[in-house]
């Protein structure tokens, strides 16, 4: 397919790994992965390529995490980071592409995150309970919360 004038000369991206097992098949080398608790239930699992190049997905649980983990075909290391794989990490510079297509291009690509409890949406308070407010000087008072017209 041809492209229209500005876009002739742009090649479209290579899209990122949606799952580990998309990201271990892209290696093609023995890739690590580090499953660590974060919060009270949920977990992350980090996976390392030898390179450095390393994603990373949210679970719901631990057990979840350890699971996408294996069915991967990864070594799994549990809650700390080997310093072979911190160092690893540390040395890999993603390349200049990786931040030009991310959502936030300071902060690079973050892989798909799924939610889970604690993302759920908070609860709107109700009106006419008294709340907190701060005056103009900081200090705190206490009024009661009108309805907007």
């Known amino acids: 397919m041809k492209r229209a004038w500005p876009f002739e000369r742009h090649s479209d991206p290579v899209r990122a790994p949606r799952s580990p097992k998309e990201f271990v098949a892209r290696e093609a080398e023995e890739v690590e992965a580090v499953v660590i608790r974060t919060g009270m239930g949920a977990a992350q699992a980090v996976l ?53 297509r991310a959502p936030y291009p300071e902060q690079g690509w973050v892989g798909p995150v799924r939610f889970y409890p604690e993302n759920r949406p908070r609860r709107e308070r109700k009106t006419g309970q008294i709340g907190r407010r701060r005056d103009q000087q900081g200090r705190r008072r206490e009024e009661e919360e009108k309805d907007s017209p």
């Open 48 to 100: 390392v390529a030898p390179s450095g190049n390393w994603r990373r997905w949210v679970y719901p649980t631990m057990d979840e995490a350890m699971e996408a983990a294996r069915d991967a075909g990864c070594r799994v290391h549990e809650q700390e980071f080997p310093d072979a794989l911190r160092v690893r990490i540390n040395a890999f510079r993603r390349p200049a592409e990786d931040f030009r």
